[in-house]
């Protein structure tokens, strides 16, 4: 089995569980992008991988071999910190190379591997810079760098372009993946950025409180969410959440509701924000506040009546949030005359 | 008008100082001045460069051992705070506790015991063998001031240059020490002034005048007449003697507040 292979990953500290039972696969070449609100664990998985943090349970094999004993220094690992992690004593080029020169690697090979990465990120003329002397976007090109430079066998990143402005951000994102993907390599890929996990990842994995709550490519995330956690944390409008009735919690994303003339659910239009391709309409109803796509021309009215198709329905457990099987549509239809009284 | 006072309470004896180093002994006693003459005079600088030992032979002797002292101390020190940053749970409280209490420690308490150790070795009057209980002195202080230090600088830091293959001695002397030279700077004067101000044992261990150091021969001079306090030699060696001090805070007064990690990490 090639690749890297969290089995069964537990990490805790300060008497708290902080990573649990973490099962996952990421193949030679392919990028997981790993997504979760703030302090889910993400940094966590990733300083497990890399052998900072200690594991208190399961093992991190990497092509079959279990390296959770390895040094760090031996795991070969590229990795961007969060918080960039430069030697601020060192000017860009030394900092890239600090780690090549450790290793014994010629001079010449050295110079050669340094001016292809400082190029690629567009960094040739910062060379001689301190981190200090550097702009945000700046010093996290520079991180990237050195964790390219390596070689690696894996490569983990956090949330390596977070500061990058939205423009860099989306030309990078391109070269980036061809980088990452074309070195064969399995790449764990932290972000907060949906748009950017679904552009740069192979597959996601979404993580809440040190569980995993779902692995799986953009679209099956987004479809067939395994509970309400992650059916709420992906998306854009969020998904609309219906109240809780008989121990079941239905919910429709903004893009299923469609307007109807008669019957389904009456609403008034709270607010209305312009973004470009569309807008998103805030509704107030008898289920509470839904979100509705409306197209960005036309002024929308004062009040009006949503419905959706029954197929579009998500039902979760009310007290839980597991994913249930999708709900006759007698039950839907019942929801939407329990909610018009 | 606080700072003025403030001012006014820390410079005011050192100027008075100043002013008593260049006036005539006969005015200092209360007695007037010499018809005709000025009250200001050199007189008292020249007897204490030419007196026995001449006071530039003493804050040699001084400096010498001060430079030697914190050398050793700061290469002790270094690794010894940087092994103690990275022990965790009661190793490292006890050996913090007890670098505390050593560092508490009287050191007066102390020299009759160290000079029973130097006749055993045979080290009175050895100049550079002070720096061996000095060093020992300012250790503790020296590892506590520097570990603070270590414990500020952003962890990932070490996190990074593990994953670039670095051994710990590598990363302190490529990653950590580098970065706490204004660290190292502050400790390294601290520990210069503890040894330019050590009195007693300087006093029991050396006893030839051509290897006193500032302190002991500052109490020399002080008891050499036992009918009158020569206030205005005194006063000459005073200023003397932290000319040097007033040079080493303004040569390194610029490592101390610059602050070496910035650009480091985030924010
Ligand atoms: N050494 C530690 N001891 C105790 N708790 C820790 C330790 N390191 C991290 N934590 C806790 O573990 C949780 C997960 O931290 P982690 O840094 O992995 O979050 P994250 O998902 O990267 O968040 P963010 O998106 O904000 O970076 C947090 O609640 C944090 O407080
Ligand atoms: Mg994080």
């Excluded at chain 1, 900072?52 to 990795?79: F, K, Q, T």
């Excluded at chain 1, 121990?247 to 470009?276: D, F, I, M």
Aim: proline share 7%; with cysteine; glycine share 10%.
């Amino acid at each position: 089995m090639k690749g890297l292979h969290l089995d069964g990953v537990c990490r805790q500290a300060g008497g708290r569980p902080l990573l649990e039972n973490l099962e996952l696969r990421v193949a030679e070449g392919e990028c997981v992008a790993l997504l979760g609100p703030s302090g889910c664990g993400k940094t966590t998985t990733l300083r497990v991988v890399a052998g900072l943090d200690p594991l208190s349970a399961g093992r991190v094999l990497l092509d079959g071999e279990d390296i959770s004993g390895v040094d760090p220094a031996l795991r070969r690992v590229g990795m961007v910190f969060q918080s960039y992690a430069l030697y601020p004593h060192l000017s860009v080029a030394d900092n890239l190379t600090l780690g090549l020169k450790i290793r014994g690697v010629p001079a010449a090979e050295r110079e050669e591997r340094l001016s292809r990465v400082l190029s690629l990120l567009r960094l040739q003329d910062l060379r001689p810079r301190r981190p200090a002397q550097l702009s945000g976007g700046q010093r996290q090109r520079v991180a990237l760098g050195r964790a390219l430079l390596r070689q690696p066998r894996i490569m983990l990143l956090d949330e390596p372009m977070s500061n990058l402005d939205a423009q860099l951000r989306e030309e990078l994102r391109p070269e980036l993946r061809a980088l990452l993907s074309g070195a064969g390599h399995p790449v764990l890929y932290v972000t907060h950025d949906q748009q950017e996990a679904m552009g740069l990842a192979d597959r996601i994995a979404v993580l809440d409180q040190g569980r995993l709550q779902q692995v799986g490519d953009p679209r099956e995330l987004h479809h067939n969410p395994a509970n309400r956690f992650v059916a709420s944390f992906l998306g854009r409008p969020a998904i609309n959440l219906f109240p809780p009735l008989e121990g079941r919690q239905l919910a429709v994303r903004p893009e299923h509701l469609r307007v109807v003339s008669g019957g389904g659910l009456p609403a008034r239009v709270v607010r209305a924000e312009w973004n470009g391709p569309q807008q998103v309409l805030w509704l107030d109803t008898a289920a509470g506040l839904l979100r509705l796509l409306w197209p960005a021309s036309s002024a929308p009215p004062d009040t009006l009546r949503v419905d959706w198709d029954p197929e579009h329905t998500l039902a979760f457990e009310a007290s839980g949030g597991d994913r249930l099987p999708r709900p006759d549509p007698a039950w839907n239809g019942d929801l939407i005359r329990f909610l018009q009284h | 008008m606080m700072r003025a006072l403030l001012l006014a309470w820390s410079l005011g004896p050192l100027l008075w100082q100043l002013r008593t180093s260049f006036l005539l002994g006969e005015v200092l006693v209360g007695g007037g001045v010499p018809a005709g003459g000025s009250p200001w005079t050199l007189a008292n600088y020249r007897l204490v460069l030419a007196g026995d030992p001449s006071l530039a032979r003493v804050l040699l002797n001084s400096a010498l051992l001060g430079g030697v002292t914190t050398a050793l101390t700061l290469l002790l020190a270094l690794p010894c705070a940087y092994g103690l940053h990275h022990l965790h749970g009661r190793p490292r409280a006890w050996i913090s506790a007890g670098l505390v209490g050593a560092a508490l420690f009287p050191t007066v308490l102390l020299f009759l015991s160290l000079l029973q150790l130097a006749r055993w070795f045979g080290l009175a009057n050895h100049l550079l063998a002070l720096a061996l209980p000095y060093t020992a002195l300012s250790l503790p202080l020296a590892i506590l001031l520097l570990r603070a230090a270590i414990a500020d600088l952003p962890s990932e830091l070490e996190d990074a240059a593990r994953l670039d293959g670095l051994n710990a001695l590598q990363r302190l002397r490529r990653i950590v020490a580098p970065l706490l030279a204004p660290a190292v700077a502050s400790t390294g004067l601290l520990v210069f002034l503890a040894s330019w101000n050590e009195y007693p044992i300087a006093l029991t261990w050396l006893s030839r005048s051509d290897r006193l150091t500032l302190p002991a021969a500052m109490g020399r001079i002080a008891s050499s007449s036992v009918f009158t306090i020569p206030y205005g030699p005194f006063a000459a060696a005073t200023v003397l003697g932290s000319l040097p001090l007033l040079l080493l805070v303004l040569l390194f007064q610029r490592w101390i507040i610059s602050g070496l990690t910035q650009g480091a990490v985030k924010g």
